[in-house]
């Protein structure tokens, strides 16, 4: 399984961006597919996931201003992200897990998510 992610990049508060990640090696409709994030002295934290059948679940902090969405034709994970803050500086992961149903997703804790991609950095300054 391989996950690279893209779109990363520096904006204003109240900026926006996209970011993107492209899976390959694994039969896509059957994981959960999500967004964590780290900023420096900080511990890993969901951002958004979303399951098999497009169900989705967004951390506290990022409801209302992120949006997670996949092209399962493309086999493409997106997070559009608006509003954004400086506290949202952060390094972006895609993340994946292999599910036994479909429509399931684990808690949203990073040690329940095996395949990871090797980060975006997202700096947003004031």
């Known amino acids: 399984v391989q996950l690279v992610e893209s779109g990363g990049g520096s904006v204003q508060d109240g900026g926006s961006l996209r970011l993107s990640c492209a899976a390959s090696g694994y039969t896509y409709s059957r994981y959960c597919m999500g967004w964590f994030r780290q900023a420096p002295g900080k511990e890993r934290q969901v951002v958004a996931t979303v399951d098999s059948d497009g169900k989705t679940t967004y951390g506290d902090s990022v409801k209302g201003r992120f949006t997670i969405s996949k092209d399962n034709a493309k086999s493409t994970l997106h997070l559009q992200m608006n509003r954004l803050k400086p506290e949202d500086t952060a390094l972006y992961y895609c993340?994946?897990?292999?599910?036994?149903?479909?429509?399931?997703?684990?808690?949203?804790?990073?040690?329940?998510?095996?395949?990871w991609g090797q980060g975006t950095q997202v700096t947003v300054s004031s």
């Open positions: 993340v994946a897990d292999a599910v036994r149903r479909r429509g399931y997703c684990p808690p949203p804790v990073p040690d329940f998510f095996g395949y």
